[in-house]
């Protein structure tokens, strides 16, 4: 089955800079890629996604890239703000196995004012 | 559209009772599923559904049983309760075909 790996499990930035939060996945078939933003006691809300045709997709101030050949895609966040700290997931699924999601274990930011 | 609701929102078992927990969801999503989510660890999936009266086991679906007799609706039933379910369980839904798993508000259980 599929695994995902994420890193770093914290990370500590100062407001304004930029925050890149980094996952690999293990199977090749895999073909779509969401972030999840879980605020504390509060349930995991999808922020990003991208497709396995595309490498990159922006957002605001969130983007995402994908390279599908090293198996591994980023969450890249610029001008952190306070509300930005919170838990996030990536996860990978091979869409037509019932989206069935395997998460990475979490990664908790911290933007310091 | 209240999205996807979860009941209870807590609850404290004792070792060896059953429970079930319910999950609506008012989307008309094809899919519905049941993770947990243990203290600094991801959310892993306990079972899923592709549809009405169909089930599937997840990566870690011992000691869990599920039903889903409607299409809104997806339980999760502890038939014998141990401390190590102690988790906060969240039901998720999606549309058919794509990956985006909208999330309920999440139970906390605790196994004493």
């Known amino acids: 089955g599929e695994n995902v790996e994420q890193h770093p499990s914290t990370l500590s930035v100062q407001e304004g800079d930029s925050a890149v939060i980094k996952c690999t996945y293990s199977?090749?078939?895999?073909?779509?890629f969401p972030w999840y933003k879980q605020e504390l006691g509060k349930r995991p809300q999808l922020i990003i996604d991208i497709r396995s045709n595309v490498g990159e997709k922006k957002d605001q101030r969130i983007a995402v890239t994908l390279n599908k050949t090293a198996k591994h895609f980023s969450l890249h966040i610029t001008e952190t703000q306070p509300e930005d700290s919170a838990v996030y997931f990536c996860?990978?699924?091979?869409?037509?196995?019932?989206?069935?999601?395997?998460f990475g274990g979490g990664t908790r930011l911290m933007v310091k004012p | 559209n209240a999205g996807v609701t979860q009941t209870p929102k807590f609850r404290v078992l004792k070792t060896g009772q059953s429970m079930t927990l319910l999950c609506a969801q008012d989307?008309?999503?094809?899919?519905m599923y049941w993770y947990r989510q243990d203290p600094g660890m991801g959310l892993r999936l306990i079972h899923y559904s592709v549809g009405e009266g169909t089930t599937a086991k997840g990566e870690v679906p011992d000691g869990y049983n599920v039903s889903r007799l409607k299409k809104q609706n997806f339980l999760l039933g502890l038939e014998s309760a141990a401390p190590s379910q102690t988790s906060v369980y969240f039901c998720?839904?999606?549309?058919?075909?794509?990956?985006?798993?909208?999330f309920g508000p999440g139970t906390r259980l605790t196994v004493t």
């Open positions: 989307m008309n999503h094809e899919y």
């Open positions: 996860a990978a699924t091979l869409n037509n196995a019932g989206n069935m999601l395997t």
């Open positions: 998720a839904s999606s549309y058919l075909g794509t990956g985006g798993n909208f």
């Open positions: 199977d090749s078939a895999s073909n779509y």
